[in-house]
């Protein structure tokens, strides 16, 4: 049904199956754009699980949102770049980076502030962007 829905409108189908590794092993059956990991799943269990080619689909996770309400600033700025290297060394097709299942009333807005600025200096989104240029000439 999903499939059917991201053909006929032309948007891209982000699966997410929520906590819970077991049900990442059919996720690749359904062919999404995007797999969503659940913030307590690293990306490289998510890559494992599915048995899917990790440069094939681009991947969306997974920093934890409680983090952002009691965390120092440098355990912040160092979960983010633990996230970002461990997408790099996956080598998968995209990485789009968030917040676990969003923001919770307790996230302070400095937190936020240190989340944008590690993760907009990562070249992973610059790096596959140059690249799909290159092919593309």
Same mark, same amino acid.
């Given at each position: 049904f999903?499939?059917?829905?991201? *053909? *006929? *409108?032309?948007k891209?189908?982000i699966?997410?199956?929520?906590e819970?590794l077991?049900? @990442? &092993?059919?996720?690749? !059956?359904?062919?999404?754009?995007?797999?969503?990991?659940d913030w /307590?799943?690293?990306?490289? $269990?998510?890559?494992? $699980?599915?048995?899917?080619?990790?440069?094939?689909?681009?991947?969306?996770?997974?920093?934890?949102?409680?983090l952002l %309400?009691?965390?120092? !600033?440098?355990?912040v700025?160092? /979960?983010? /770049? !633990?996230?970002i290297?461990? &997408?790099?060394?996956?080598?998968?097709?995209?990485?789009? *980076?968030?917040?676990?299942?969003?923001?919770?009333?307790?996230? /302070?807005?400095?937190?936020? !502030?240190?989340?944008?600025? #590690?993760?907009?200096?990562?070249?992973? @989104?610059?790096?596959?962007?140059s #690249? &799909?240029?290159?092919?593309? %000439?």
């Open positions: 999903l499939v059917i829905i991201s *053909f *006929f *409108f032309k891209p189908l699966l997410y199956s929520g819970g077991q049900r @990442l &092993a059919h996720l690749g !059956e359904l062919k999404p754009e995007v797999i969503a990991v /307590r799943t690293s990306l490289s $269990q998510a890559v494992t $699980q599915t048995g899917l080619q990790a440069c094939e689909y681009c991947w969306q996770g997974n920093l934890e949102p409680q %309400s009691w965390a120092s !600033e440098e355990t700025r160092q /979960r983010v /770049r !633990e996230i290297e461990e &997408a790099k060394s996956l080598g998968l097709g995209g990485h789009i *980076f968030n917040v676990g299942h969003g923001l919770i009333p307790t996230t /302070r807005p400095e937190a936020l !502030e240190w989340v944008i600025s #590690d993760s907009e200096t990562s070249n992973i @989104l610059k790096k596959r962007t #690249d &799909a240029s290159k092919t593309q %000439s």
